[in-house]
C-alpha cells in the first residue's frame, strides 16, 4: 500500500507570496491532519479535515488554511509568507474512528520543507 | 493544559549499549493516549507504538521495549542492544480533542538518538 505523499517536497518562495502545499493519504483514510515543524517550535498541529470538513485546529493565524477534497487529498495555504513560516510542513494520514472507538495513529508523509526568504 | 516532556534533548551512544529514552507526560483527562514516533534524517515520522491510559503492562517489541508508568506519568522507550540504523530523533505525543475527530497530537519536542559504531 503507498504511503503518504507529499508534493512538492521543497520549495523556496519569498515574503509576501503565497503558497499551496498538496497531500494525498493513504487509501482508505479519510482523515488528513497538517503538522508545521520548525527547530524552535518543534511539532505543532495545523489542522484536521474529515469528509471535506476541518474538524479540528491548531492555534495559528488565519494566514493559514486548508481543504480537502472528496478523494479525501489534502491541500494547505499559506497566505502572505513570513519568514517564519519556513519549516517542514508534514500530513498525516489516519482511519477514521467512531465515538468512543480508540483514535487511530497518523502517518506521516515525507513534508514538505518551506523556505521563505 | 495537556503536555510532554522529553528532558533528554541529545543521547549519544555507542552501538550495542542500551538505551531509555524519558517521557513525561501531563494531562487532566482521565482516558488519554500516548505514542511514539522516530524521525530517521529523512524526515517522514514513524509511527511506534500506542498505548492508553487503562493499559500499564509494558510492551516489548523486538529490541524496543515500553514502560509506562501512570503513577510518575511517564512512557519511558528503551532499545535494546542499540544499532547505528536507530539514529533518529524519537518523538513521544499525547493525543487531544479526539471526542469530535481523529485528534490531534501533543508531541514533545523530541530526543535526538546518535549510535556509533
Known amino acids: 500500500k503507498a504511503g503518504v505523499t507529499q508534493t512538492p517536497r521543497y520549495l523556496i518562495k519569498t515574503r509576501g507570496q503565497q503558497v499551496t502545499l498538496s497531500c494525498s493519504p493513504i487509501?482508505?483514510?479519510?482523515?488528513v491532519s497538517w503538522y508545521q515543524q520548525t527547530p524552535g517550535q518543534g511539532l505543532q498541529f495545523l489542522f484536521e479535515?474529515?469528509?471535506?470538513?476541518?474538524?479540528n485546529k491548531g492555534n495559528f493565524p488565519g494566514r493559514f488554511s486548508g481543504r480537502q477534497f472528496s478523494n479525501s487529498r489534502s491541500e494547505m495555504n499559506v497566505s502572505t509568507l513570513e519568514l517564519g513560516d519556513s519549516a517542514l510542513y508534514l500530513c498525516?494520514?489516519?482511519?477514521?474512528?467512531?465515538?468512543?472507538?480508540?483514535?487511530?495513529?497518523?502517518?506521516f508523509g515525507p513534508g514538505t520543507r518551506l523556505t521563505v526568504t | 493544559a495537556q503536555k510532554v516532556t522529553q528532558a533528554q534533548t541529545e543521547i549519544s551512544v555507542v552501538e550495542k549499549e542500551d538505551v531509555t529514552l524519558d517521557c513525561v507526560y501531563e494531562?487532566?483527562?482521565?482516558?488519554?493516549?500516548l505514542f511514539w514516533y522516530k524521525q530517521p534524517p529523512s524526515g517522514e515520522l514513524v509511527f511506534l507504538i500506542r498505548?492508553?491510559?487503562?493499559?500499564?503492562q509494558n510492551e516489548i517489541s523486538g529490541r524496543y521495549s515500553w514502560n509506562f508508568q501512570k503513577s510518575t506519568s511517564s512512557f519511558n522507550f528503551t532499545i535494546t542492544a542499540s544499532q547505528v540504523v536507530d539514529s533518529a530523533v524519537y518523538f513521544c505525543?499525547?493525543?487531544?480533542?479526539?471526542?469530535?475527530?481523529?485528534?490531534?497530537?501533543?508531541f514533545g519536542k523530541g530526543t535526538k538518538l546518535s549510535v556509533k559504531p
Open positions: 498525516a494520514s489516519s482511519l477514521t474512528r467512531t465515538t468512543g472507538q480508540t483514535p487511530y495513529e497518523q502517518y
Open positions: 487509501s482508505g483514510h479519510r482523515s
Open positions: 479535515y474529515f469528509s471535506e470538513t476541518q474538524r
Open positions: 494531562t487532566r483527562d482521565t482516558t488519554y493516549y
Open positions: 498505548r492508553n491510559s487503562f493499559d500499564e
Open positions: 505525543a499525547l493525543i487531544k480533542n479526539y471526542g469530535g475527530s481523529q485528534g490531534n497530537l501533543i
